[in-house]
């Protein structure tokens, strides 16, 4: 048997083929078996143009998909420098030609052509193969929590009695900001761009990703903000956001990008506090791998997951689970200046990155009417 490794595009794959493949063979429902979902996340984002970069083996004598790389290319900036990066998702190969080296050679075979590779979520059964190909591997990425409501999140959370003390005494001692809130955003964002992540090694914020990343998305709805100090404005501070729904009565805030000048990153959680209490919200999270951003939040009061054990609350929400920890793996690799992509001090990745904020088939499925694309 011998297998031909080469995206969709480059094979002349129909990606309907591999979309049916995620639904063949994952073990749960996922969005990408849905045609049209699959069709937003691997072709329409600005750097793929249509065209389908998922890495996949096909059987050279059958035409038989054997295994599937979910990619998606997205510009990644080390140490200043633009670097061919790409996002890894949702890896996959068939049951019957698992332990035959279908998986390391569809990972080689992306090498070969990407410079900096960033993925999330790594299976114990997968991460043998990364780090056999020189990938290094972060167990458990930061994660934040502020509570605003004990009682509404009592059925859902782990917490002992330190964890409201701890609440109380980091509200004494947190200091509120006081903020200016820009959501008309089109000419912000482009100006709040332009220096904030120089000092971070980080895939693109470029206006046309924050586009189709939040503002295309065909499931989420994503509020976008530029947030000022009140008494001494920098060049700003971007906040995108969006609320948890369909978790029973409980309302969860999800962070998903907060970075911009120093002077204005306390203004921006003082933001995001208030539009918690404003809007009837009991928790808010945040992921993100830099301690230069996540000392803010530690500095207001969020609980870390990873460090704080008196309190913990599930990162799955459809159907809610509470893993240990509660929160996702990293695996990350450069093909030069790897040093510098060591420096997890500067490696801004956050839950926009790599799909980690992906709908559930049925959560897909239910806000699209049942379109008759699953089943």
């Known amino acids: 048997m011998t297998s031909v490794i080469g995206d969709v595009q480059e094979l002349g794959l129909d990606s309907n083929l591999v979309s049916d493949f995620y639904r063949n063979h994952w073990a749960r429902k996922i969005a990408l078996s849905i045609p049209s979902f699959y069709q937003w996340q691997f072709k329409q984002s600005p750097s793929d143009c249509g065209n389908d970069h998922c890495m996949v083996a096909v059987n050279d004598s059958s035409g038989e998909i054997q295994g599937v790389m979910g990619l998606n290319r997205r510009p990644f900036f080390l140490n200043g420098s633009l670097r061919d990066g790409a996002e890894l998702t949702t890896w996959i190969v068939a049951e019957k030609y698992v332990g035959k080296g279908i998986g390391a050679k569809i ?5 070969s052509k990407y410079e900096v590779l960033i993925g999330m979520g790594i299976t114990d059964k997968a991460l043998p193969i990364y780090m056999r190909s020189g990938f290094r591997y972060t167990k458990s990425i930061p994660r934040f929590c502020k509570v605003f409501d004990f009682d509404a999140i009592s059925d859902y959370a782990q917490y002992t009695p330190l964890a409201r003390k701890l609440t109380r ?5 947190g200091k509120h900001t006081p903020f200016i809130c820009n ?35 065909p499931v989420f709805k994503y509020q976008q903000h530029i947030v ?13 956001m969006r609320v948890e729904a369909g978790i029973n009565n409980l309302k969860v805030l999800h962070v998903m990008d907060c970075f911009g000048d120093p002077l204005d990153m306390q203004a921006a959680i003082s933001f995001i506090n208030a539009f918690c209490r404003d809007n009837g919200v009991h928790l808010a999270d945040f992921y993100c791998t830099s301690p230069r951003i996540n000392r803010h939040f530690i500095f207001d009061g969020w609980f870390s997951t990873n460090d704080d054990h008196c309190f913990q609350f599930p990162h799955l929400f459809h ?9 996702t793996s990293l695996i990350y690799w450069s093909r030069d200046d790897f040093l510098d992509m060591a420096d997890i001090s500067k490696l801004y990745i956050t839950k926009q990155d790599a799909d980690l904020d992906r709908p559930t088939a049925e959560t897909y499925k239910s806000l699209h009417g049942g379109n008759g694309e699953f089943s």
Do not use: M
């Open 228 to 240: 000022y100090s009140d008494a001494e404005p920098g060049g700003g501070a971007f906040v995108c």
């Open 169 to 173: 005494e980091w509200a004494k001692t």
């Open 183 to 217: 959501s008309s955003i089109d000419a912000d964002i482009q100006a709040s761009q332009a220096n904030p992540l120089e000092q971070f090694n980080h895939f693109s914020r470029a206006k046309e990703f924050l586009e189709w990343r939040f503002s295309k998305h």
């Open 319 to 327: 159907p809610i689970e509470l893993r240990d920890p509660p929160t």
């Open 107 to 111: 990972l080689k075979k992306i090498q």
